[in-house]
């Protein structure tokens, strides 16, 4: 029997060495958005940038990233915090499609380790799975530059498991999300909301709880909140309208193994706050920030999180269409009205003078005066002779 000591030790060393596999699971809630224009969580049907190649930068500090909770009594805190640096590179075709490229870059640091020889203590820095994504327009609600109206949009997203496995970063198999994005415009911002479905081909399940198990899978997806147009209701405060500023709420539920009403799968439910805000500091660059908070605190649900990203867009960019570069325009997302009075400034004007004549009715639309019955005179400062046509 000399003969099949190799094939004894073989086996031994491939069922120990399986046996002590870490977990294949990106358990990350809030996954960066491959859209320049979008938030932290929301995102538009359209996006504001056509044609145009993007470059992205953000980095999310999570504190109590990974906890499991199991009773009032048991709870294990896998790790108390966690890191992730983002590169993303996308490129909008029209205002219908977006193609986008992610790479995450990781950092966890240690906690309690849950089943000792099952999970094992994560490097420093690792990489999780990059992710490919498209979306196309369903139903564009741009009308020119601005955006007005009900817009639908439907987003994939895939990804490839070769990232590090024992820091919940990376899947053992492939995963996929299907999401459908719906929007509603109006002056002040916009409703936004996303309902998808997350797939994973490899399953997983964490053993030697009390429980007897945590089998994680499919989930449902999705998020609903308000991007707000500051300028709209505080000019003073955003007077070039820079600002977006997001308000929404993101959350997982479980489908498959584990679906709602069976045995731990309200540990599986995730819901999170998500307060942020996307700055246009200038034509190429635009910075964004923004926290999330925990709702439920369950598995994968970090207690709190804070981003901050920048995205750079090496073309010229024009996002009103006036034709007035965003570099000299002092209204970059309001278009020029084209009225003949102040028209190389990129912005609108009701009321040039702010004399309270609107210009359409303002014989001398530049100068501040007064009322008058006589149209030639209208708007003109009393010891002003009218413009001769």
């Given at each position: ?88 590179a996308t490129y909008s075709i029209g205002h219908r499609f977006v193609l986008g490229a992610h790479t995450p870059l990781t950092a966890v640091s240690g906690g309690d380790l849950l089943a000792q020889g099952f999970f ?270």
């Amino acid at each position: 029997m000399r003969w099949a000591t190799p094939f004894v030790l073989l086996l031994f060393v491939s069922t120990t060495a399986r046996a002590t596999e870490p977990l294949g699971l990106n358990m990350r809630m809030a996954r960066p958005v491959l859209d320049p224009a979008a938030g932290l969580a929301l995102e538009p049907v359209a996006t504001a940038e056509p044609n145009a190649l993007s470059l992205s930068l953000s980095s999310t500090l999570s504190v109590d990233a990974y906890r499991l909770r199991i009773d009032a009594v048991y709870a294990s805190r896998l790790s108390s915090s966690a890191g992730w640096t983002d590169l993303i590179a996308t490129y909008s075709i029209g205002h219908r499609f977006v193609l986008g490229a992610h790479t995450p870059l990781t950092a966890v640091s240690g906690g309690d380790l849950l089943a000792q020889g099952f999970f094992s203590s994560p490097p420093s820095i690792s990489f999780g799975d990059p992710r490919m994504s498209a979306k196309v327009t369903l139903i564009d609600n741009r009308k020119g530059p601005a955006t007005v109206g009900f817009g639908m949009a439907l987003r994939a997203t895939t990804s490839i498991p070769i990232g590090y496995k024992a820091n919940f970063s990376s899947d053992r198999g492939f995963s996929a999300d299907a999401l459908l994005l719906a929007e509603y415009a109006y002056l002040i911002g916009s409703l936004q909301g996303s309902l998808g479905y997350r797939y994973r081909s490899a399953p997983q399940a964490i053993p030697d709880v009390p429980s007897g198990g945590l089998h994680i899978g499919d989930e449902t997806l999705g998020t609903f909140g308000l991007l707000l147009k500051p300028r709209v209701l505080l000019p003073q405060f955003d007077p070039n309208d820079r600002h977006r500023l997001e308000l929404g709420v993101l959350f997982t539920l479980p489908i498959f193994p584990t679906a709602l009403g069976d045995s731990g799968a309200s540990r599986l439910v995730r819901f999170g706050a998500v307060f942020g805000d996307r700055f246009t500091l200038s034509e190429h660059v635009t910075i964004s920030g923004g926290i999330q908070l925990s709702l439920t605190h369950s598995f994968g649900d970090p207690l709190f999180s804070a981003t901050l990203g920048l995205s750079y867009f090496p073309q010229e960019r024009d996002r009103d269409q006036d034709g007035i570069p965003d570099s000299k325009d002092e209204c970059p997302t309001l278009p020029e009205d084209r009225d003949g009075i102040q028209d190389n400034d990129g912005c609108p004007e009701d009321d040039a003078d702010e004399d309270g004549i609107p210009d359409a009715e303002d014989a001398c639309p530049l100068k501040p005066g007064e009322e008058s019955p006589d149209r030639r005179k209208n708007g003109c400062p009393p010891d002003e002779n009218p413009p001769t046509h």
